[in-house]
């Protein structure tokens, strides 16, 4: 890997006297699925949090390659990041209640469009042109969800989906900006064996469109399935960065997971 | 990266009824029979003076609500400053044309861009609250200019108010009869709610309902919140001005109790009983505020109780108010002719 696209140093939160995020530095590359795990508490959140502008950290560096130049994320408004190429989604689902699928989606274009007050006010012929092309935009990132938001649903409102679709549409919302990176918090939440087999599918086909992921999971089958890079991290500190079936492997890992006194053989 | 969208298969656009996520059609039509409505009111009515004051009255209260809808509505801010807000336009309005002799149409401009301004600083302060703190910190705010409307004697003249207000006037043209107030306020009237509409269906308005339906993910998705919660409370603030200063010339008497707390609640009531973000519906429950409190005076003493009550059965029977019930009319009748 020899341009990251998103380079991560020395990244350190701390609430009071606890550290919750602890000197972590990583590298993705562009077009990669990388799974970010660890046991509860260690901090994955956390430093979602701290890449997307949620938390301020106390200390480190996030870098964001942005054509030739990387572009320091740190410091920067949540969205302001979103608009520099960093979507995310949240562990708990965060989307728009009573507001339309579509509307959900042509919000997920906010930062690739551009009409303001007075443009709506004066120009809604340009206006409307816009969010008719966001539209056509969001029936293709719809396509890469078969069966599950077609145009008949798109005036539902989001609060009507179930859990699974619910996830489904955060990411559709996402990349609605066309994002360098997506970030998503445990998108296999709640999902049945099936749906969890069709979101690694899907996973993969993002990936394959170009888009780089990182992903928060505690489904170690979805984990193992999607992954190019496995990194993990414990209370805070990243302990292992590499292939998905020797980072399983290493004595550190299963330690972190499941005691010391844990046979792996 | 420009490939990466062509990629999967797309949906053609035109495939799915674009009825199906606009539902806009029957808005132009709802807008033009209302709008006829309103135009043959007062022969409906026989040009009767007392009939065109209260339609007037109605149409300065859907003014007044339309702006507060803009905030608590459509952005979800439960800011309680706009009786400050309007009453800072009746006032600014009113002295600077009786006092000041100012033209009317200079003093509408300042009605109308100093409660901006005052917004503003309101959001300023206020954009980093939500829930009952932003309430009590836009009341506080509302407390203050309500003092200040009967302390500040030698300008607002205190409880005595301002009297011999002259009407209002553009170049040789004084509005002197209801009739004509009526047909001005009427198109000063469709002219905002069509400027209100344009912004509820673009990207501002989507940002607006972002922000009050989930201000985390609406950060998430990129919108720069504070911006947003700023120009609702703007856009609030100049429609607030705007009636205040229309009221002031209308009425030609403003007084501090045109401005207090129950004023307040009345547009919190229109606001929540029309429907919160709904145009229709809070330009319906403004004109039915208006004229039902006109209508039950023959109830004398009962009139607030019976009021009360027709209030608790409007919440009971569609709680998020008569836009939606509209709504669900209008798609029933539509089910039951195709």
Request: glycine share 10%; proline share 4%; with cysteine.
């Amino acid at each position: 890997m020899t341009e990251p696209l998103l380079e991560v140093t020395g990244l350190t939160k701390r609430f009071g006297g606890l550290t919750a995020v602890d000197d972590v530095s990583l590298a993705l590359g562009a077009g990669e699925i990388v799974s970010l795990i660890g046991p509860n508490g260690s901090g994955k959140t956390t430093f979602f949090h701290c890449v997307t502008g949620f938390y301020r950290p106390d200390a480190g560096s996030v870098r964001l390659r942005n054509g030739g130049e990387a572009q320091e994320l740190v410091g920067r408004p949540a969205h302001v990041i979103r608009a520099m190429g960093v979507a995310r989604t949240f562990q708990t689902r965060e989307i728009f209640g009573e507001m339309s699928l579509m509307d959900c989606m042509l919000l997920g274009r906010h930062t690739r469009t551009s009409t303001g007050l007075l443009g709506t006010v004066f120009m809604p012929r340009r206006s409307r042109r816009e969010d008719d092309l966001a539209r056509e935009h969001a029936a293709k990132i719809f396509s890469i969800f078969p069966g599950r938001f077609g145009p008949e649903r798109w005036a539902e409102p989001a609060e009507s989906l179930s859990f699974a679709n619910r996830c489904r549409l955060e990411i559709a919302i996402g990349l609605m900006s066309d994002p360098k990176l997506l970030m998503l918090d445990e998108p296999a939440a709640g999902m049945n064996p099936n749906e969890r087999a069709e979101l690694m599918e899907t996973l993969r086909q993002i990936r394959d469109l170009g888009y780089t992921l990182l992903v928060v999971e505690h489904n170690m089958r979805v984990v193992l399935g999607i992954s190019d890079r496995l990194i993990v991290l414990d209370r805070g500190r990243k302990i292992a960065d590499g292939d998905p079936e020797e980072v399983f492997k290493d004595p550190v890992v299963t330690t972190a997971y499941l005691g010391d006194d844990y046979d792996v053989a | 990266m420009s490939s990466r969208t062509e990629t999967p298969s797309p949906t053609r656009p035109d495939a799915a009824s674009p009825a199906v996520w606009s539902g806009q059609r029957w808005h132009a039509w709802g807008a033009a029979a209302a709008l006829v409505a309103a135009v043959v009111f007062p022969g409906v009515v026989g040009f009767q003076d007392y009939m065109l004051f209260t339609g007037v009255t109605a149409l300065a209260a859907i003014l007044l609500a339309n702006g507060y809808n803009i905030l608590i509505g459509m952005s979800g801010q439960f800011a309680m400053a706009h009786v400050a807000f309007f009453g800072v336009g009746a006032y600014v309005s009113a002295l600077l044309v009786r006092n000041g002799q100012v033209p009317y149409l200079i003093a509408l401009l300042a009605a109308i861009i100093l409660p901006t301004i005052l917004a503003w600083f309101i959001a300023r302060a206020a954009v980093k609250f939500a829930g009952p703190y932003l309430a009590m910190i836009t009341f506080a705010f509302h407390s203050i200019a309500a003092v200040l409307f009967i302390n500040w004697d030698a300008l607002t003249n205190g409880w005595r108010g301002i009297t011999r207000i002259p009407p209002i006037t553009f170049g040789d043209f004084a509005f002197n009869t209801p009739l004509e107030s009526y047909y001005l306020m009427l198109g000063i009237v469709a002219v905002s709610l069509l400027i209100t509409y344009r912004i509820k269906y673009s990207r501002v308005g989507r940002a607006f309902f972002a922000i009050r339906h989930n201000r985390l993910a609406a950060k998430a998705v990129g919108i720069n919140t504070t911006y947003y919660i700023t120009v609702a409370f703007c856009l609030s603030g100049a429609f607030a001005g705007l009636a205040g200063s229309l009221h002031a010339h209308f009425i030609r008497y403003i007084d501090p109790s045109t401005f207090g707390f129950t004023r307040l609640i009345d547009l919190l009531i229109i606001v929540i009983v029309g429907g919160r973000g709904n145009i229709l519906g809070v330009s319906l429950a403004a004109i039915l505020y208006v004229f039902s409190l006109e209508y039950l005076r023959f109830l004398q003493d009962w009139r607030l109780m019976v009021f009360g009550v027709l209030l608790i059965i409007m919440i009971s029977v569609s709680p998020d108010g008569m836009g939606s019930l509209l709504k669900r009319l209008a798609q029933r009748f539509g089910e039951r002719r195709s």
